[in-house]
């Protein structure tokens, strides 16, 4: 393979359709590796824009403006960081000749809650919590009748917990129906009610596919990451996880097939359940993992690099667990602040193997991530307990 110089002739060219603080960190591997950089996103002053050769701002379930963009760039790779684009427009795409990372068909299946359920647990026979998909209130009653109380109810297409209702009584169904397709992506009336399960822990499987030759592809696994959530969103992950290695196998196992079964190359992150005996497959996402933010501590390679390998045809034959590593996110507390700055970042970098890292998003909302912290320990207790000290110690104002 030949990289030229980036913005000269014989470059090799990322186009990334979302530029969020995952598409920053693939954007600064991108650059580091010669590559130009192209970052796509809904809104200005995105974090990988920062990073970026150009930047465009769109709506990015217009069709017709991905599809104009992409043609202007005419990227060597197209790769989708968030599961809110146009997948009619990758599909389009994928069929001119363009590349998408991983496949413009996988995207689209882990955007949508049905068809992707309907992958794993109809057609590769997965285990998964109970399940029914519903289209309207009556529906939705009948369906969390039928799977029993408690149960959630979350729309065809969210992401990041958008949308997930706890559902405790058959009164509250049309509510929290109400509630979940608000929070839908589009104008989508469909949503999945789930069986509720206490959950023990949560693992996230970095699953990636590269070319181990100029024909063969090869799948591989990361040791799982594992997390909790307070909620639906992710707060904070330590890695290695610390499960028994037969669960860390099953998991694999899970994650091995769903992403084989999508297909395409680079890293998706495989969500995996852990209740009482039970392990579930619960979600994909077909990008790097938020979770996996704690790679860039814990590993010799970051799943970003991975992925950005994996989308321009290099390989990553092994990736080595350097230290016990754990992250932490730094939320926003209040709406709508411009230019928003972060106090006590140096009381945080006191603690010795902490490092941080600072979106640059240009605004706040409530719980927006606004950046995360790493720590290094000598064993992902201590890194937990250093994590989560300074993260307390770092406040958005």
């Known amino acids: 393979?030949?990289?030229?110089?980036?913005?000269?002739?014989?470059?090799?060219?990322?186009?990334?359709?979302?530029?969020?603080?995952?598409?920053?960190?693939?954007?600064?591997?991108?650059?580091?590796?010669?590559?130009?950089?192209?970052?796509?996103?809904?809104?200005?002053?995105a974090p990988a824009m920062h990073v970026a050769h150009r930047k465009y701002v769109v709506d990015m379930m217009n069709s017709n403006a991905i599809k104009a963009i992409v043609r202007r760039e005419n990227?060597?790779?197209?790769?989708?960081?968030?599961?809110?684009?146009?997948?009619?427009?990758?599909?389009?795409?994928?069929?001119?000749?363009?590349?998408?990372?991983?496949?413009?068909?996988?995207?689209?299946?882990?955007?949508?809650?049905?068809?992707?359920?309907?992958?794993?647990?109809e057609k590769l026979k997965l285990p998964t919590t109970k399940y029914a998909f519903a289209d309207n209130a009556d529906e939705a009653k009948r369906a969390c009748k039928d799977i029993g109380f408690p149960?959630?109810?979350?729309?065809?297409?969210?992401?990041?917990?958008?949308?997930?209702?706890?559902?405790?009584?058959?009164?509250?169904?049309?509510?929290?129906?109400?509630?979940?397709?608000?929070?839908?992506?589009?104008?989508?009336?469909?949503?999945?009610?789930?069986?509720?399960?206490?959950?023990d822990t949560e693992l996230t499987v970095l699953t990636y596919r590269y070319y181990s030759s100029s024909t063969n592809i090869t799948t591989r696994t990361i040791e799982p990451i594992e997390h909790k959530r307070p909620s639906y969103y992710y707060v904070e992950s330590w890695h290695p996880s610390t499960v028994r290695e037969e669960v860390k196998d099953t998991a694999k196992n899970l994650a091995l097939k769903v992403v084989e079964e999508l297909g395409g190359l680079g890293i998706y992150g495989v969500e995996i359940i852990v209740t009482g005996n039970r392990i579930l497959f619960s979600e994909v996402a077909p990008r790097p993992h938020d979770t996996g933010l704690v790679t860039l501590a814990s590993s010799d390679i970051s799943e970003f690099q991975v992925h950005v390998r994996s989308a321009i045809?290099?390989?990553?034959?092994?990736?080595?667990?350097?230290?016990?590593?754990?992250?932490?996110?730094?939320?926003?507390?209040?709406?709508?602040?411009?230019?928003?700055?972060?106090?006590n970042v140096e009381k945080a970098l006191e603690i010795p193997g902490v490092q941080i890292r600072l979106f640059g998003k240009p605004t706040t909302y409530e719980k927006r991530r606004m950046g995360v912290v790493l720590a290094t320990g000598n064993n992902v207790e201590e890194a937990i307990e250093k994590v989560r000290k300074a993260s307390s110690l770092i406040l958005v104002k």
């Open 75 to 121: 990227p060597d790779a197209i790769i989708a960081e968030i599961e809110a684009i146009n997948t009619d427009a990758l599909v389009d795409l994928e069929s001119s000749g363009f590349k998408v990372i991983p496949n413009a068909n996988a995207v689209r299946i882990c955007m949508n809650r049905v068809e992707l359920r309907r992958l794993a647990a």
């Open 313 to 343: 045809g290099l390989p990553t034959p092994e990736i080595k667990l350097v230290s016990p590593a754990a992250s932490h996110v730094i939320l926003a507390q209040s709406e709508n602040i411009w230019g928003p700055k972060f106090i």
């Open 1 to 45: 393979m030949e990289i030229g110089t980036p913005l000269f002739d014989g470059s090799k060219k990322i186009l990334l359709l979302g530029s969020g603080e995952l598409g920053k960190e693939m954007a600064i591997e991108a650059q580091r590796m010669g590559l130009e950089v192209v970052a796509v996103d809904r809104y200005d002053f």
């Open 151 to 199: 149960c959630l109810i979350k729309p065809e297409m969210s992401s990041s917990g958008h949308g997930h209702v706890l559902v405790n009584k058959v009164e509250d169904v049309e509510e929290a129906y109400n509630e979940s397709i608000s929070h839908a992506r589009g104008k989508g009336k469909r949503v999945i009610v789930e069986e509720y399960v206490k959950i």
